[in-house]
């Protein structure tokens, strides 16, 4: 809420301000709020839903500089199958509890229809653990591991066409139940001109299609700059990579190839750099909290309505 509103609310509320005439010691919150979030650790989960072979285990090496060890999927299994891996990472004294979802087989079949079908289900089944963990006798959520899906990195094919039908119809499921932020993968294959036209392209047929994607907040003044600048250049067009070459005294993340090389950090090279910053640095919190107070709670309304209407029904024979 911006300064002006909050004055606003307190007044409406009837609120007082006091002035304290020695220090009081409350100025401490935010830092037993950090201390306590610190010890706790922080978890985060993401979905990559992209046909096999797009580069989604290369771009999560890529964003967190490591190497998560993934096999290469086949292109002839019979259906969507979803497998996550968790691993604990550390970065300075933060511990961050990664669990990393992939599609396999995602695209492969010669009927696409029921493609998003694996993928709903796998999100609503982390819904509902959580809500049977909430509705215990005896609620342990502070141990629990939280598996619900913060934000799903919907990789596009660089076509240069625009999107596929699966792609709209996959997206258009899940805008309710998950943060998407689209991607163009593999954007080393696209040249300067064809991927703005790409990028408008997919853009009007997200709207047109009426698919919500995740907006980067605005309502917060410290990032409210940087992320509409930001919204402004999603689909991100990405490049990964596993490899590296020296660019001065630097290993540089790169690609090379006989005409020459593409480094994935250089800005003007793709959206990697803006993808990381969106996605780690600056909105890794707010895709936590829209989960939980807007995702989850939609999937938590429909559920209780739906138990209470089976409970009546059940009375009342
Ligand atoms: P996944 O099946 O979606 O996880 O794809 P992988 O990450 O296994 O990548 C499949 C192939 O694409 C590998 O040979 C990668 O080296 C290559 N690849 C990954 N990222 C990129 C990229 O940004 N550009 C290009 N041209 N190739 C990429």
């Known amino acids: 809420m911006a300064t002006a509103d909050v004055e606003r609310a307190r007044v409406e509320a009837g609120i007082r301000n006091l002035k304290l005439s020695g220090h009081v010691g409350f100025d401490s919150l935010p830092d037993q709020l950090v201390n306590k979030s610190v010890q706790n650790g922080f978890v985060f989960n993401i979905l990559c839903i992209g046909e096999t072979g797009l580069g989604k285990s290369t771009l999560m090496d890529s964003l967190f500089n490591t190497s998560f060890e993934s096999t290469p ?13 968790t691993y604990e990472l550390q970065e300075s004294n933060v511990r961050l509890k990664l669990t990393i979802c992939d599609t396999v087989g995602y695209g492969d079949q010669i009927n696409k229809e029921d493609s998003f079908k694996a993928v709903v289900d796998y999100i609503d089944a982390q819904f509902e653990a959580y809500l049977q963990e909430e509705l ?37 499921k899940l805008d309710t139940k998950v943060n998407i932020i689209p991607i163009i993968a593999k954007a080393d294959t696209i040249s300067k001109t064809e991927l703005q036209k790409f990028k408008s392209k997919i853009n009007s047929e997200l709207a047109s299609n009426g698919v919500h994607i995740y907006q980067f907040p605005t309502d917060d003044d410290s990032v409210a700059e940087v992320n509409a600048s930001m919204n402004a250049h999603v689909p991100f067009a990405v490049v990964g990579s596993t490899d590296f070459v020296r660019v001065g005294n630097k290993m540089m993340r790169s690609r090379q190839y006989p005409w020459g090389t593409v480094q994935v950090e250089n800005e003007s090279h793709c959206d990697f750099v803006k993808l990381r910053e969106m996605l780690i640095r ?22 209780l309505e739906q138990v209470t209407i089976q409970l009546l029904g059940n009375f009342s024979e």
Not at 282 to 287: H, P, R
């Open 73 to 85: 999927s086949p292109h002839n299994l019979p259906t969507v199958k979803l497998k996550a891996h």
């Open 136 to 172: 215990k006798i005896k609620r342990s959520l502070s141990a629990y591991h939280d598996s619900r899906t913060h934000v799903c990195l919907y990789f596009i094919c660089p076509t240069g066409h625009g999107l596929k039908s699966i792609d709209l119809v996959c997206m258009k």
């Open 282 to 303: 600056t909105n890794m919190e707010d895709m936590r909290e829209k989960t939980h107070m807007r995702h989850y709670e939609l999937y938590r309304k429909k559920r």
